[in-house]
């Protein structure tokens, strides 16, 4: 068990987003801890929740998400925080590598000038240690001709080259922690590869926690320490990475793994989950993932199963878990 203070705490977070004619019940209570040199990984399909619960950590949410629960960054209560406080926390301690670059980075400025304006708005420095410090961060995140990159607009960047520009404007101020949405996503399998390596390198040297949010099996396995399965708003598997690729307990997660290509011949077909995720705007009343099962009871249908721990360091919540006596008591 780590006995350190955690970096990020959540519990009960709870995310709606409220609108004229529907409510969006995006989050349902989730719940876990990030520690220093841990690398988190929240796994699961297209709007499971994962991006929100990232977001909810530096409260980067529109004004219509109504925000419940305990979210603790560095012991400070984020949903307490004045807007003055959050500014210090966003690119101070805590960072965030968005999705997509080209979206994120600003047209108008070159790529010096914006991880320049986050050092000195965190630091006070100058512009000529600020630009030094842009450079030295370039030729950390392995930009060739670092110094002629740093006078480029992000349109005259690559889409490789543009992602360690945020990682490089995300490490700027040497954060604890780092959270990353999808950052490879968008990128062809040659540079991903050479991008994970680069974040799980780094992250390691500078003894950061991480959250990567991910729909990639592949990119979990990769760059996790734990894995965090996100289903329906929920959490419904939690593990290290190993085990869990190893010997899934989850139904949804069983069905993550067994339709992936790997270790699948070319003329067998792709074992994939039936059905579709649920309408959030309308959850089901029991588990969310009970239309789709093929273990569903009764029971699933009704009432939302509590969380199971048939090991040590290992959650998933499901009745068909099973859980040794001991563990039980």
């Known amino acids: 068990m780590n006995k350190t203070e955690p970096l990020a705490e959540v519990r009960d ?18 719940s876990f801890a990030v520690h220093p040199g841990e690398v988190l990984c929240i796994l699961g399909e297209s709007g499971s929740g994962k991006s929100v619960t990232l977001r909810s950590l530096m409260r980067l949410l529109p004004d219509r998400a109504r925000i419940e629960g305990d979210v603790r960054v560095g012991g ?37 000038e914006q991880i320049g304006e986050t050092v000195r708005r965190h630091t006070g420095c100058d512009k000529a240690k600020a630009r030094a410090r842009a450079l030295e961060l370039l030729n950390l995140v392995r930009i060739p001709s670092a110094e002629r990159r740093l006078d480029a607009y992000p349109h ?37 590869i050479q991008v994970l390596i680069l974040l799980r390198k780094l992250q390691a040297e500078m003894g950061m926690g991480m959250i990567f949010v991910t729909h990639d099996l592949g ?99 499901c009745v068909a878990v099973e859980v040794p006596e001991m563990a039980a008591a």
């Open 219 to 317: 990119v979990a396995a990769e760059i996790a320490d734990n894995v965090a399965v996100m289903y329906a708003g929920r959490i419904v598997e939690y593990g290290p990475v190993e085990r869990m690729m190893k010997a899934p307990l989850h139904p949804y997660t069983q069905g993550l793994l067994a339709s992936t290509v790997h270790d699948q011949s070319r003329d067998q077909d792709i074992d994939a989950i039936p059905g579709s995720p649920p309408d959030m705007r309308r959850p089901p009343p029991g588990c969310g993932f009970a239309p789709r099962c093929v273990k569903a009871r009764d029971v699933c249908r009704t009432a939302v199963p509590a969380e199971r721990y048939p090991e040590p360091g290992r959650m998933a919540a």
């Open 156 to 192: 005259e960047l690559s889409g490789g080259l543009r992602q360690r520009a945020m990682i490089a404007m995300a490490l700027s101020c040497d954060p604890k922690l780092l959270l990353a949405d999808e950052p490879t996503t968008a990128l062809d399998a040659t540079v991903q």
């Open 13 to 30: 977070l709870k995310v709606r987003f409220v609108g004229r004619e529907d409510t969006v019940h995006a989050v349902n209570g989730v």
């Open 76 to 112: 400070q209560d984020v949903l307490k925080m004045s807007n003055r406080s959050l500014r210090d926390l966003r690119g101070g301690s805590v960072s965030m590598i968005f999705q997509e670059p080209m979206t994120a980075l600003d047209p108008v400025y070159t790529v010096g």
